[in-house]
């Protein structure tokens, strides 16, 4: 089982019809950026060159465009949730170890793990005073919400590394929270900028929820089976950390009493499980797949909530994310 990434369709991501207000978004963190002290300003200028593909803004850009007009807030809030996400990725390289984003050196690997964590603290703090600047409340508390919901994501499964007790729902408690809580922001509050009602909005939270479950478990199937060349950044942590992913769940599950023995036995000794051990096991390929189908599900789901939405060219837009979500789970079959 490999990746094959010539199976996707790149036109069904809306480039196009997000590129102007990304570019703008780009230009409000590059400013954001020049706020910091001189001494402070070159390192989180790094950060920002290689960090994200900017799916958090484009997705608060598709939802206010698919629920009322554009506004500045619904800029603004790509501009701090992508701060926030930065913050997380300059955290989530120190705790793996991580030493490549993007095909260049991640912080850690550039000036140390202390260095890091400070770089990231920054991060965090200036998007949550940023979002104290919108009129509506709400949305500050909502921002601080999911910002603190990515945070206890990160630390469950830090603290339940090697733990066999985990269990498929932990997983997807897990995932949401660290991942699904900033795409569901991005689509909810976007939608409540618009002044969309209640069922809209909720509707959205749901959209980008699964929508970023889906991505994340697609993102454990490639830490396991993606080449670091094509990819653009360091792959394996997951089993070496001892992150218990959905593959590996399926797997544990699937494995004969023999199978499971030796790699609970891994687990708990916190040996290597590479690749080839995985793939000596019978029932590997049965367990990436049965992962794949749940992403597929949860895409499918997503897709279904757009149902409320006036027909528009975001409204396709954001169609054409979840099957640009699909051919890139296809692309792992």
Sequence with gaps: MTINRETVNPDLFPFDLVRPHIEKIEAQIRKQVRDFDPGVEPYMEYVCDTSGKRIR???????????????????NLGVILELIHMATLVHDDIIDGATTRRQVPTA????????????????????LKLSTEFDNQELCRAISLAAREVCQGEI???????DLNVTKKDYFK?????????????????????????????????????????????DDVVDLIGSEDQIGKTLGTDLEKGKLTLPILNLLERANPKQKEQLSKRIIEQQALDLPVLVGIAEYEGAMAEALETATRLV???????????????TTAMNNITLFVDQLLQGCR
């Design 57 to 75: 803004p484009a997705l608060a850009i598709l939802t206010g465009g698919a629920t009322g007009e554009l506004t500045p807030d619904h800029l």
């Design 108 to 127: 850690n690997a550039k000036w140390g793990n202390g260095m890091a964590v400070l770089l990231g603290d920054a991060l965090f703090s200036h998007a």
């Design 156 to 162: 469950l499964q830090t603290q339940r590394r090697f």
């Design 174 to 218: 897990m995932i949401e929270m660290k991942t699904g809580a900033l795409f569901a922001a991005a689509c909810q509050l976007a939608a409540m900028i618009s002044e969309s009602p209640k069922t809209v909005s909720d509707a959205m939270y749901d959209y980008g929820m699964k929508l970023g479950a889906a991505y994340q478990i697609y």
């Design 300 to 314: 499918a789901e997503a897709r279904g909530t757009l149902a409320l939405l006036e027909p528009s060219e975001f």
